[in-house]
């Protein structure tokens, strides 16, 4: 989903720390809670009085932070870090009484910026675009799929483990009322067949009316049992990231109160589509706001897609990085098991436009002046279980990469890459995405020059260390299918 114009609110003032300190005032706000990401991308808080904010906490910062008990932030010997609020990213919390939020930048304490913290490395990556090549933008616009159940039990111990899903949508649900969505019959039915169009109304309202995100549309998503899309209106690098940690946060907490469960795994369903989230992106310069930029990627004169040369080259970039950029946006075990073909997910790293089987397609939906602001490029590989800080930086590194480079991404193909056999992907060179976490991880330790820029040494490190021991601990446990499998071998 795309809007055909740059948005407005792109332009519009934030608030500052002394807008924010006169909110606090004027709405009577008691306490302020400060959000952060991990490394492997879940939302952290703690929260203060307001006076801790007002009294000088927005400018010298709140030491509340054990860098050492967050996962991939900073050893035992070293674990002092400061919380400094972004007065851009306050927000009433409408389900708290007197509560407002801030994102917070992390630092090291008395040692400038953490390294490892994600926003740093979100805002190295805008800095090191106007570095290297010159652009003033880049545009986000993630669509965010994910699923509210009715409710999900799982247990884990030592020695088993099991778990069970529950829908009043479900195609497998035995008791209850109403109408059952089908497998892979869940795009776009209306109510009452879509039971969830309050929920995600309510999610949608409250991110717009309470957290300044704008977003352009919400619906029911292919598969079964509650799958959701919500499409926020497109944003640069840094400030899409924070709208992306919010709607997970705003989409849990309305589940919640509806007395239902929201997730971002990307596969909780065995048999149906699973939950991605295609990155469009594209490239601005020459302006000393959005308003007044230019689009990079739009090019009139391109018969086939109206892509100008700077976005084959930043597609030449994600096809040619799309093994190690995988171990980032699609960094868990479980994104493995809807990287595979036959649900929509991108296993060929291909491009075309218009084609839903490439790992990156260039949407054609209009052509012409009139709407180039819309040009963008639709990467399809990363998932919601991704850092979008993470996320983001990487696919804009390897894009850069491209164009610095000016990696050549082969002829489109137009054809569904699914329907092809092997010989006929052969002739065409195509490759395929990493089969498992383990071989994308192989693929980031051996390819990761164009991260280094933004993303250091340590942080590569511990993405690779996080990953691996979710690696272990799942491999080296017997899976229940594997009792039907093989238990009278």
């Known amino acids: 989903m795309w809007m055909l114009e740059k948005p407005k609110r792109l332009s519009r003032a934030r608030p500052s720390a002394s807008d924010v300190v006169e909110h606090i005032r004027s709405r009577g706000i008691k306490l302020v809670d400060i959000q952060f990401t991990d490394v492997p991308g879940r939302l952290q ?8 904010v007002v009294d000088g906490g927005l400018y010298s910062g709140l030491s509340k932070v054990d860098g050492s008990s967050i996962r991939g932030f900073l050893d035992i010997s070293e674990s002092d870090a400061v919380a400094i ?3 851009a990213t306050f927000a009433l919390i409408p389900w708290r ?3 407002a939020r801030l994102i917070a930048d992390i630092y090291m304490g008395g040692a400038g910026r953490l390294e490892r913290d ?3 490395v979100a805002q190295r990556a805008e800095s090191y675009l106007r570095e290297s090549l010159g652009f003033s933008w880049s545009f986000w616009g993630p669509e965010m799929e994910f699923f509210i159940f009715d409710n999900v039990t799982w247990w884990s111990a030592e020695w088993e483990a099991g ?3 529950e829908s009043s949508e479900a195609s497998w649900r035995r008791e209850g009322r109403g109408y059952k969505i089908r497998y892979k019959e869940g795009y776009y039915p209306a109510e009452p067949q879509d039971t969830l169009s309050a929920v995600r109304d309510e999610i949608v309202l409250t991110l717009q009316e309470s957290f300044n995100v704008d977003v352009e549309a919400h619906h029911h998503e292919v598969a079964t049992a509650g799958q959701a899309e919500v499409d926020m209106v497109y944003d640069t690098l840094t400030r899409m990231a924070d709208n992306v940690m919010t709607l997970k946060y705003v989409a849990k907490n309305v589940a919640a109160r509806h007395g239902k469960v929201a997730t971002f795994m990307p596969k909780p369903l065995y048999g149906d589509n699973a ?5 469009h992106v594209s490239l601005w310069g020459e302006g000393s706001s959005p308003d007044s930029a230019y689009n990079a990627f739009y090019d009139q004169d391109d018969e086939y897609a109206e892509i100008s040369q700077v ?6 970039g994600l096809l040619e990085h799309a093994p190690s950029l995988a171990a980032i946006v699609a960094p868990t075990t479980n994104s493995y098991k809807r990287l595979v073909p036959g649900y929509e997910a991108p296993v060929y790293l291909t491009w075309g436009k218009s084609n839903r089987s490439a790992a990156v397609r260039v949407p054609s939906y209009y052509r012409g002046a009139a709407h180039a602001a819309a040009k963008r490029v639709e990467f399809r590989v990363p998932d919601p279980s991704s850092n979008p800080y993470l996320a983001f930086s990487a696919i804009l590194m390897a894009g850069i990469d491209g164009v610095r480079r000016k990696m050549d991404p082969g002829s489109p ?7 092809m056999g092997p010989e006929r992907r052969r002739q065409l060179g195509i490759r395929s995405l990493p089969g498992s976490l383990r071989e994308s991880l192989e693929a980031l330790r051996s390819d990761n020059d164009y991260l280094r820029p933004v993303f250091e040494r340590s942080l590569i490190d511990a993405i690779l260390e996080n990953a691996e021991r979710e690696l272990l601990a799942v491999e080296s446990r017997p899976h229940p299918y594997e009792f039907h499998l093989y238990f009278d071998i």
């Open 45 to 52: 808080h703690f929260t203060v009085p307001s006076s801790s």
């Open 85 to 87: 609020p972004d007065p």
């Open 97 to 99: 009484e007197s509560a």
């Open 118 to 120: 994600p926003r740093h």
């Open 163 to 165: 778990y069970s899903i």
């Open 275 to 279: 939950s991605g989230m295609h990155v």
């Open 311 to 316: 976005g084959r080259y930043f597609i030449g």
């Open 413 to 419: 193909v137009d054809e569904n890459v699914y329907h």
